[in-house]
């Protein structure tokens, strides 16, 4: 009897266990995410406004689809492109549509759409629909990883629909918009590559610490968006996180002072200075900003001193730019410079993201040591399109990797901060490591651009959450997760 | 100017009673301003006393507040990390952040053992910095201490104290302070109207950000207050602040206090007491000003000044009344006096003086009358005297001239008596030669009868328009053939007349004959020729003067005295009647007759007339 009694306990726990794995592993449609992000947005225009923030970029890649993807080795794969060619000097690249893929009103996607879409992302490119499933793009240099490049945010494909909304070929598309609030995508049911499981996502911006915390208690959030010292307090370190669900990108956001006002006001000095003294006195200031205190002790080793835009583990190059500390060689330039006169650099950071204002004092700090006297002050989502609006003569930002392409990312760094037609070909030229490195030290020569500290993108995960699976660069992929079961009802509507 | 004594007595008063009050009010403003001064300078010294209370119990609480730190578990850790071989300090960057508020302290630095900063409050991006200044002897449990402190914003000054805390070899520092800043100056309860502000001193020249001010500047809501003046007028304050950091090196025991006029508006001034706030090494920090307005003061005073002015006014006006009644009483039978002396003075000598009182006035007023009477009396004796004198004179002078011809009539009547009797065949010869020289005589004595009638017959002038000069000329004229007379004096003619002389009011025919009687005295005077000179001039804007002199003998000055007294004559022919009619004639037309002489060198004879006509009879 005793033997039968554990023959059956056997065979029932055979047959059960089984079930219990599938039910937590098999993927479920159906149930709304709440994802909770630091950033906020007056617009979803994310084409016409450069998608040079983590939520733009985001959003981009969930609402519109480009002629192709990078996979998490940084390789281009096929999208709305299946296919694509190119001459033997890399500057006419023909691609091959894919068939059959609608917007989200259900209207027809065409090779004249796509083309018009690059044309406007990229005017000094020449784009062609010669068929209705090829698109051809050419430019004026030659630009082996075209394929890749095209993959970035901004080229999305996009359209409006009659009532002149905008509207994609991505994932999700756009449900609800509050501005600064929040944001409802629901899923694409025609996508081409295959409906998401999620019915719908819902975006809460700009909400508070406190306001998150309860939030996360109440267990109303799957995906919050977390700043470095609200990982730490959740005890998250480089080497990952023993008791909370966090999830980390690698440390690819970067830390820049971009100072983006034209020259002759980039610096408030007494003494009549040239373009050449004005770069001094970035030079000056460059030397003085100890990239490693600011990692190890501000950052508390969560980030990584940058020396480049891009980082080391993506190009593995960044270690040959210079990285120490020279007070003396700072203070002889900034001699040069300005001689006794006084130096004022106001600098605006992001009056939401303590780690920017932590580090945009650090340097301050460090500047007085060659008498260049910095002025921080918080800007409510300062970016670099804004700072114009404020009296920063330079701006403290946080931008994302925006590829695990090095090629790419460099270049969509270089359109993102303006640089030289010729600065741009050389980076759209630039096919290894060494011309990589020669085009980006090249981007950062003359100091308007001084790299600080890369950083992770992490997230707080709500266990119910499944299948996410974390990009190096810190995107989401919405579209492959699922939620282990619906929140009871009454948690959404409370909000 | 002449004051009359009434003028004299109101002067008197009002300034007596001016001088009075504001002597009054003067010294009560210098009492009342004593007093204020006294009194500032107490409520300065409570308030400074009360700053160095508030900084002492300041300091004992940071010092407290420090040893908390000291003690705590979060500084137990730090400790125990910075005693390990290879301590990494990094994790507690932010950890005096998360102390200061629970201890109340505006800075807190956690330091390690070589004074690097592991973290800090009030400036948390200052990690990795050194203090070096924390392993100076003296600082560690030493009593809290005013220190310059470095801010984001820039520097302040805060009262700090220092705690080490040591586990096993390696030691931290706690450092923290309180900023002295508005809310410290707040803190202490100000007399009233009392402005304490505080300024840093750095190595930099003035700068009115350095103040710290009791109360800050209110931009919106109901309230609206300015700036603090320090503020607005930071270049009045300057020099003041210059003047403490001089005074602190040269002395540091010396106070400086300074009054400084914010506006043109002196109510608006404030007298400034100044008080050095040193640092450790008595290295000179900052300064509390203790600023003490003078609108008070400023106020009373000038009401002070407006209640003398009133008072002085009233008083001055109550004095003229009263002078005025007094000088009614007093001064009138004075100014009576006075009238009546003038009017005696001008000839009425019958004026009297009523006599109101019996007091000195009245005496003085019966004095007058007693010496009017007896002038009266002289005078009538005088002019009886005179009278006869005139009258003894006359006869004598009628006597000596009728006796000069009488005497030759008698001795021709005997001359005739003798010749008829002694011979009178020589009789008719005789008769004819004597009848001739009694003829003579008759004649003689006819002549001087004719000019003792003339002087008696003197007619009144007949004023008209008279050109001084033209009369000069024609008399000059007249006389020119006596002048050049052959055998007789050579005499030289000189015309001195004076051009646009203006036509004077006066008798031709009178002033002719004045003219050339003073010509015939100027001849008889230069027997032995010389020089005559005519002479006109306008001797002020009112008056004219001829002068007629000669180059004779001249006159000793008794005889110029009693030229003109009638029937003097310094000649052995004359009758002493021609100067005295022509001083009659000049008097006649209100003009003065003058002579000056020298000895030897001549005469000269100045006869000045009005432009106006002024008769004697007109003035009399």
New interface residues.
């Given amino acids: 009897m005793k033997r039968l009694l554990l023959l059956f306990l056997a065979l029932s726990s055979a047959c059960l266990s089984p079930h219990a794995a599938f039910a937590g592993t098999r993927p479920r449609y159906g149930g709304s995410a709440h994802v909770q992000v630091k950033e906020t947005l007056t617009s979803l225009d994310v084409i016409a406004t450069r998608p040079n923030t983590f939520l733009r970029q985001q959003l981009a890649m969930l609402l519109f689809d480009r002629l192709t993807q990078l996979d998490e080795h940084g390789l281009p794969q096929s999208s709305l492109a299946i296919s694509w060619t190119s001459d033997s000097q890399h500057r006419v690249w023909q691609f091959r549509l894919r068939p059959g893929v609608i917007f989200h009103d259900g209207s027809p996607l065409t090779a004249a759409l796509i083309a018009s879409c690059i044309t406007t992302a990229e005017p000094d490119w020449k784009v062609t629909a010669p068929s209705s499933q090829t698109v051809v793009i050419e430019t004026d240099s030659a630009s082996p990883n075209l394929p890749a490049i095209v993959s970035a945010a901004r080229f999305s494909i996009y359209s409006h629909d009659s009532d002149a909304a905008l509207i994609g070929t991505g994932a999700f598309k756009i449900g609800e918009f509050l501005t600064n609030r929040r944001l409802l995508l629901s899923a694409n049911d025609d996508y081409w590559g295959g409906r998401p499981y999620l019915d719908a996502l819902d975006v809460q911006m700009g909400n508070s610490i406190r306001e998150q915390l309860i939030d996360r208690r109440l267990d109303r959030d799957d995906v919050v968006e977390l700043s470095l010292d609200q990982a730490r307090t959740l005890g998250w370190t480089p080497a990952g996180s023993a008791t909370q669900h966090l999830a980390a990108s690698a440390a690819s956001d970067v830390y820049a002072i971009y100072f983006f006002r034209a020259d002759p006001i980039s610096v408030i000095s007494l003494h009549p200075t040239t373009p050449g003294d004005r770069a001094r006195i970035r030079e000056a200031l460059a030397l003085t900003i100890d990239r490693i205190a600011i990692a190890s002790v501000l950052l508390q080793r969560q980030g990584e001193p940058a020396l480049a835009l891009l980082p080391q583990w993506l190009t593995g190059y960044e270690f040959l730019f210079p990285s120490t500390v020279d007070v003396d060689r700072a203070r002889k330039l900034r001699l040069e410079a300005a001689k006794n006169s006084a130096i004022a650099i106001p600098l605006a950071y992001d009056a939401g993201d303590n780690v920017a204002r932590a580090i945009a004092e650090r340097v301050a700090v460090n500047a007085r040591e060659a008498n260049i006297t910095v002025q921080p002050f918080g800007e409510k989502n300062v970016s670099i399109d804004t700072a114009f609006s404020t009296s920063a003569q330079a701006v403290l930002v946080k931008l994302p990797t925006p590829s695990l392409d090095s090629a790419l990312a460099l270049f969509e760094f270089a359109k993102v901060f303006g640089v030289t037609q010729q600065q741009e070909s050389t980076v759209l030229g630039a096919t290894t490591p060494e011309s990589l490195y020669a085009a980006e030290r090249d981007l950062l020569q003359d100091f308007r651009i001084i790299p600080i500290a890369h950083v992770p993108e992490i997230f707080w995960l709500n266990p119910r959450l499944k299948n996410w699976a974390q990009p190096r660069e810190g995107g989401w992929r919405m579209q492959d997760v699922w939620l282990e079961n619906d929140r009871p009802a009454s948690s959404g509507s409370q909000r | 100017m002449n004051f009359s004594f009434r003028n004299k007595l109101v002067l008197v008063i009002t300034l007596t009673v001016a001088v009075s009050v504001a002597s009054v009010a003067f010294l009560v403003q210098a009492n009342i301003r004593k007093s204020f001064e006294r009194l500032e300078e107490e409520r300065t010294n409570a308030l400074v006393n009360q700053f160095s209370s508030e900084f002492d119990r300041r300091g004992q609480q940071i010092a407290q507040s420090i040893d908390a730190v000291a003690n705590s578990e979060a500084a137990l850790k730090i400790a125990l990390s910075a005693a390990q071989a290879q301590p990494d300090l ?2 507690f ?1 932010n950890e005096a952040q998360s102390l200061s508020p629970t201890k109340e302290l505006d800075l807190l630095e956690i330091l390690a053992q070589d004074g690097t900063i592991i973290s800090s409050a009030h ?7 050194k203090e070096s200044w924390i392993t100076e002897r003296g600082i560690i449990g030493g009593k809290p201490f005013l220190k310059r402190e470095e801010l ?1 914003e820039g520097e302040t000054l805060a009262i700090v104290a220092a705690r080490a805390l040591k586990v096993r070899d390696a030691t931290i520092y706690i450092v923290g302070g309180e900023r002295l800043d508005r809310k410290f100056l707040q803190s202490i309860v100000a007399p009233c109207g009392l402005r304490p502000l505080l300024y840093r001193y750095n190595d930099s020249a003035f700068s009115p950000d350095n103040f710290v001010s009791f109360s800050e500047p209110l931009s919106s809501g109901l309230i609206k207050r300015s700036s603090p003046p320090e503020q607005l007028a930071p270049a009045k304050i300057a020099p003041l602040i210059q003047k403490i950091r001089d005074t602190y090196h040269a002395d540091p025991s010396a106070k400086v206090t300074q009054t400084i006029e914010w506006t043109d508006d002196p109510e608006d001034a404030e007298t400034i007491h100044a008080s050095v706030l040193v640092g450790r090494n008595n290295e000179l920090l900052g300064a509390l000003l203790v600023a003490s307005p003078r609108r008070e003061p400023i106020r009373l005073a000038r009401h002070i000044r407006n209640v003398a002015l009133g008072v002085g006014a009233g008083a001055i006006l109550l004095g003229i009344l009263l002078s005025s009644l007094i000088a009614a009483r007093v001064t009138k039978p004075i100014e009576d006096l006075a009238a009546a002396a003038k009017e005696v003075a001008e000839g009425r000598w019958d004026t009297e003086v009523r006599a109101s009182s019996n007091d000195e006035i009245g005496q003085l007023a019966e004095a007058f009358n007693r010496m009017t009477h007896e002038l009266i009396l002289q005078r009538e004796q005088l002019v009886q005297s005179e009278r006869v004198a005139a009258w003894r004179e006359l006869a004598r002078r009628l006597a000596h001239e009728l006796k000069n011809p009488l005497f030759p009539l008698q001795i021709t009547v005997e001359n005739l008596l003798r010749a008829r009797e002694s011979s009178p065949e020589q009789f008719d010869e005789v008769f004819v030669e004597s009848t001739a020289t009694l003829l003579a005589e008759l004649t003689n004595l006819k002549t001087i009868i004719g000019r003792f009638s003339d002087f008696s017959k003197m007619p009144a002038p007949q004023i008209q328009p008279v050109d001084i000069n033209a009369i000069l000329r024609e008399v000059a004229q007249l006389f020119q053939a006596q002048f050049t007379r052959a055998g007789g004096p050579q005499i030289k003619s000189s015309m001195e007349l004076a051009r646009d002389l203006q036509l004077v009011p006066a008798d031709p025919v009178l002033i002719r004959r004045v003219i050339e009687n003073l010509v015939l005295n100027a001849l008889d005077a230069m027997p032995n020729g010389g020089t005559l000179t005519f002479r006109t001039f306008a001797e002020t804007e009112d008056r004219i003067a001829l002068e007629i002199s000669d180059t004779g003998a001249g006159l000793t000055p008794e005889e110029c005295d009693r030229l003109f007294t009638p029937y003097y004559t310094t000649k052995q022919f004359g009758t002493g009647l021609g100067l005295a009619i022509v001083q009659s004639i000049v008097s006649d037309h209100g003009g003065r007759i003058s002579v000056k002489s020298q000895k030897n060198i001549g005469t000269a004879f100045r006869v000045e007339l009005a432009m106006q006509a002024r008769t004697a009879s007109a003035q009399a």
């Fill in positions: 990094s994790p960057v400036w948390p991006a200052r990690f990795g910095y984001p």
